[in-house]
């Protein structure tokens, strides 16, 4: 059966917060969304999971919003989704509005983001001309059927009609699956930032930062 791509509605926001975990892991012991969420053990825990729904499905549009979102459904179910948008839109100012939409308050805002400091600090940096690529997953049943390659296709054709120069992502140094799924998409790693105490949590030295050219010649 083929998959259908699609935009995201929220709908979807519980399977996009599950793959939005999963993206957070990569190939490590944790996730980004361990430390954005604190409390009880690591894992796509159900309180975990409903909460990055929330800001899914929030009416404050931040980078975890459904409308930045495509989706690969199979039968009927949702079973990979990626994030594109603009490097205008991946600030955090808006993140902040639609935690305290979803009730957070601004002790644990704080707490968070002292705790996500550890990610920050291997972050790529964002160019103002990038297409940014965020949370892309594949849910646990439906992997090694291309669902993430048609995905990809979908949102680089979709950076290249907005006229950005560059395609950027970020990926576990070490997630070797994941690089060469990039790669055969014509993403090419650019740079490693690593950091002695994101290695300690993760147990990966850091991520590689990967780009695509979007407005050059066309694979």
Aim: charged letters at 25%; aromatic letters at 8%; one cysteine or more.
């Amino acid at each position: 059966m083929e998959p259908v791509i699609r935009a995201a509605s929220a709908a979807d926001a519980g399977a996009i917060a599950y793959a939005a975990y999963l993206a957070g892991q990569g190939h490590c012991r944790a996730s980004t969304y361990d430390l954005m969420i604190p409390g009880g053990r690591p894992g796509p825990t159900a309180e975990r999971i409903y909460l990055i729904k929330r800001l899914v499905e929030a009416e404050t549009v931040c980078w975890l919003h459904y409308s930045h979102y495509r989706v690969a459904v199979l039968d009927g179910s949702v079973a990979a989704s990626i994030g594109a948008f603009r490097a205008e839109d991946s600030g955090n100012i808006d993140l902040i509005k639609a935690l305290r939409e979803t009730g957070w308050t601004d002790e644990e805002i704080a707490r968070m983001s002292t705790e996500v400091r550890v990610y920050a600090r291997v972050e790529p940096p964002v160019p103002r001309d990038a297409w940014m690529i965020e949370n892309a997953a594949v849910l646990p049943g439906f992997r090694r059927m291309g669902l993430m390659t048609a995905l990809l296709e979908a949102v680089v054709d979709e950076g290249r009609r907005t006229g950005l120069k560059t395609a950027l992502l970020a990926c576990h140094m070490g997630n070797e699956a994941a690089r060469r799924l990039y790669e055969r998409a014509g993403f090419v790693i650019t740079a490693e930032r690593t950091d002695t105490e994101f290695e300690t949590v993760f147990g990966c030295p850091g991520m590689w930062q990967m780009t695509l050219e979007l407005q050059g010649p066309t694979r």
